[in-house]
């Protein structure tokens, strides 16, 4: 209602069309809609309200209520109920029947009835098709639903598009798209073929009718695209097989009565829309299932790097900016690490990043194998992983992420983040890259091997390793200094300044220039976080953990044993008693290298038949009490795979063969190198210089003086994607060592000497002949 009664002294005046008035006599008068009940109290409403029936003009109210309530009451009364929405004003006295009935629909929807249906009388749209979709089928639907269809000749006139398409994929909606978006015009996208209906979102400009928009611009079909694509990683891998593009046809599958609902629902959709009525939903994706009539909202966001509809530049100049980090307080301490967010804010914050059909992230699920305490939760299929075809999604690395955490909830955030670092590790087009050699490229340029550190003898044979290895160990081309390659810069932390790594060593799915590949990427020191500032520290953990267990793992060093009882963790005390549960004895190592950050390796043995089926988890952290949980909670995240195991070498659920060999035949007596060092004292949290820091910014400002004072440097390259928000890093420190096999030397054969653990080097050939499997 614009007006006030008061004021309305020419319109009939009467209760909303949507709304059937009972009254009780002594209690209530009630208004009951589909959706509401509202009771009126007093006996001056009690009189009032059976007059507002839609006959009477104001002067007629104030008439036939003069006895009993004084004119100024009645006026006041008919504001308030103006004011709440329930008094609805007609210009030429009650509506007909079958008009009531429409007003009504649009106060239902919080619409003024009378304007929408003049808005939906004045609106009009054009049909069209892509695909095999029958345009015809919807036209009918559209005009037996009461709209305006104006044909293929007056299409620019139409105040929206209705687009039938045989999917939503099909190449053909890039120049519907490109059209409408020149010219400013909104259209629809509909499916109505299969056994799942699609409708929406609506892209384009919203109408300014009634009051104009300020929502910020929708996506595009090319967002929508983007999100869609990579929960077909099998039909996307076959069709550039075949060297074809687009979906491939489905066979027909339809029933008449579907189809029939999917048309006449997206004409309703499209109705509402014309009529003026708006809400976020309308940027959303929404599918009913015919099977279960089961409908559900997929959100569709605005990729703010779109190369249609945004700023391709935005990657380009992220990556360029120095990186500059900021004072973010510590929100949370517990277990999996300190934090900006708790993992809940976290989750609330990146959540609508989950969804089946258009999320980065499909689902978050449990691991059903072995006790709900392990809390070891997938994210499904990892998105980018179809750029690789088959292969890639039988690769660990890249076909499932996963978390892990003291509690449901850190493992859930955890695989969400792990799912959003591997997805923002893989390029996309729109990085800036440098197309040189390195020796053309002079300072600027960090060797490759100074990262991957081969030894040079590795490239000898290199193909007969590659093919009875995992992906984890391959070993790329030896590396060419005259080589034109393509390189990124990232940022030195420790030098204030951009340095240039090989860009297939950065990103995942990088091929490097002329098929030859001399760097390959890995996610050692990828991490993502609720800030830039934990993604960094994160990473920066990672790259130190993994250097410890290099150091330990692959020298067979003897570590001091962890004293589990001397943290007074009762989570601990939990987790040694599920694990003897299962008949598994739990301990753990000190693996705290020459960088003085706590490193420690938790690890689970059978007890109760001979093959051991020992698994080992990791954890750093400058706080040694959450070093032992995420050692610990790795220890049970990797346990689902081998909790069913049976004694006659059964019931493993691994494929790997390196992994399971290791199952079936490692034990504390072959590989002793597992066990705490004889003679040596248990290490417990106050054996570690914990400074108990607030900042996580002071956390970095620590570790840039651990990598200088190690002579090192410190980089970073910001991969946060604009669309996706949550922060990315990958950080590199050159020079300390990745888990796998990788022998060059330096650190791997030299810091176990300064630790005392060994009194010379370990000869090359020495060197442990089992790669790390995790």
């Known amino acids: 209602m614009t007006t006030s009664p008061s004021t309305a002294t020419g319109a009939y005046l009467g209760f909303r069309p949507h709304l059937r008035v009972e009254s009780v006599p002594g209690e209530a008068v009630y208004l009951i809609s589909e959706q509401r009940v509202t009771a009126l109290h007093g006996k001056q409403i009690a ?15 104030l008439t036939d209520t003069a006895r009993e309530i004084p004119a100024g009451q009645t006026v006041r009364l008919l504001d308030r109920l103006a004011h709440a929405g329930l ?48 345009p015809g089928e919807l036209r009918s639907a559209a005009e037996a639903g009461g709209l305006r269809t104006v044909p293929a000749g007056r299409a620019a006139t139409a105040d929206l598009t209705l687009v039938l398409c045989d999917s939503y994929l099909n190449p053909g909606l890039r120049a519907v798209d490109a059209e409408h978006r020149a010219a400013g015009r909104p259209w629809l996208p509909v499916k109505a073929s299969g056994t799942e209906t699609w409708v929406g979102p609506f892209f384009g400009p919203p109408v300014a ?11 595009c079909w090319y967002c929508l695209a983007e999100r869609l694509w990579p929960s077909r990683p099998v039909e996307a891998h076959v069709q550039r097989a075949l060297g074809r593009s687009g979906p491939l046809p489905r066979p027909t599958c339809a029933l008449p009565a579907n189809r029939l609902a999917s048309l006449h629902l997206a004409v309703l959709e499209a109705a509402k829309w014309l009529a003026g009525h708006r809400h976020p939903d309308q940027r959303s994706l929404w599918t009913l299932d015919g099977l279960t009539l089961t409908g559900s909202r997929h959100p569709v966001g605005r990729r703010p790097q779109c190369a249609q509809c945004g700023d391709p530049g935005l990657m380009r100049s992220q990556v360029l900016a120095p990186v500059v980090l900021s004072s973010r307080p510590k929100r949370d301490r517990d277990g999996g690490g300190h934090r900006a967010l708790t993992p809940q804010q976290t989750l609330d914050r990146y959540g609508h990043l989950i969804d089946p059909l258009t999320g980065l992230v499909k689902e978050i699920r449990r691991d059903p194998r072995g006790p709900a305490f392990l809390n070891s939760f997938h994210a499904g299929h990892n998105p980018a992983a179809g750029t690789e075809g088959l292969a890639g999604l039988r690769t660990g690395l890249r076909s499932t992420s996963s978390g892990k955490g003291t509690t449901a909830l850190q493992a859930r955030v955890g695989a969400l983040a792990e799912a959003v670092e591997r997805h923002c590790g893989h390029l996309q087009g729109d990085e800036p890259t440098v197309v040189g050699s390195y020796d053309a490229l002079g300072p600027d340029a960090v060797h490759p091997d100074d990262v991957q550190l081969f030894d040079p003898r590795q490239f000898h044979g290199r193909d007969r390793w590659n093919a009875t290895h995992s992906a984890f160990h391959h070993v790329p081309e030896p590396f060419d200094e005259d080589a034109e390659i393509e390189w990124t810069p990232v940022w030195s932390l420790t030098a204030g300044r951009h340095r240039l790594l090989p860009t297939s060593l950065l990103y995942y799915n990088s091929a490097g220039l002329a098929g030859r590949r001399f760097a390959t990427a890995g996610s050692n020191g990828t991490a993502a ?49 599920v694990h ?27 007890t109760d038949k001979p093959a051991e089926d020992i698994v080992l988890g990791f954890g750093a952290h400058f706080d040694p009490r959450v070093a032992l949980r995420r050692a610990l909670t790795e220890a049970n995240q990797l346990l689902p ?74 980089l ?7 669309d996706v928000g949550l922060p990315v890093a990958r950080v590199l420190v ?14 791997l054969f030299d810091v176990p000497v300064q630790l005392g653990d060994l009194g010379t080097p370990t000869r090359y050939d020495d060197l442990n002949p089992i790669p790390l499997f995790l």
């Open 47 to 61: 009189h009032l309200a059976p007059l507002l029936d839609g006959t009477r003009r104001l002067d007629s109210l």
């Open 87 to 134: 008094l609805a004003q007609h210009p030429a006295g009650p509506p007909a029947p079958e008009a009531a009935a429409e007003y009504a629909y649009w106060e239902e929807a919080g619409l003024d009835g009378v304007p929408a249906a003049r808005r939906l009388a004045a609106a009009s749209v054009h049909i069209t098709a892509v695909g095999t979709a029958d």
């Open 209 to 219: 009718d009634p009051a104009p928009d300020t929502t910020p611009a929708g996506p």
């Open 529 to 577: 976080g609720a800030s830039l500032e934990d993604a960094v520290l994160q990473g920066f953990l990672e790259l130190v953990e993994r250097d410890a267990v290099a150091l330990w793992w692959y020298n067979r060093t003897r570590r001091p044993g962890v004293d589990l009882d001397s943290f007074e963790d009762p989570w601990t005390d939990e987790l040694r008693t």
């Open 580 to 606: 003897r549960s299962l008949h598994r004895e739990v301990w753990a190592l000190d693996l705290t290298s020459d960088l003085g950050i706590p490193v420690v390796a938790a690890l689970s043995r059978r």
């Open 641 to 714: 795979c081998v909790v069913d195991a049976r004694a006659d070498g059964t019931g493993y659920d691994l494929t790997a063969p390196g992994t399971l060999h290791w199952m079936r035949t490692a034990g504390i007596n072959n590989q002793p190198y597992l066990l705490p060092a004889p003679g040596k004292p248990a290490t417990g949290p106050r054996r570690y210089p914990y400074v108990a820091r607030t900042d996580l910014r002071d956390d970095i400002s620590a570790a840039e003086d651990i990598v200088r004072r190690a002579g090192l440097e410190l």
């Open 716 to 722: 970073v390259l910001n991969q946060t994607r604009p």
């Open 734 to 747: 050159p020079g300390l060592r990745p888990h796998w096999a990788r022998f060059a030397p330096g650190r």
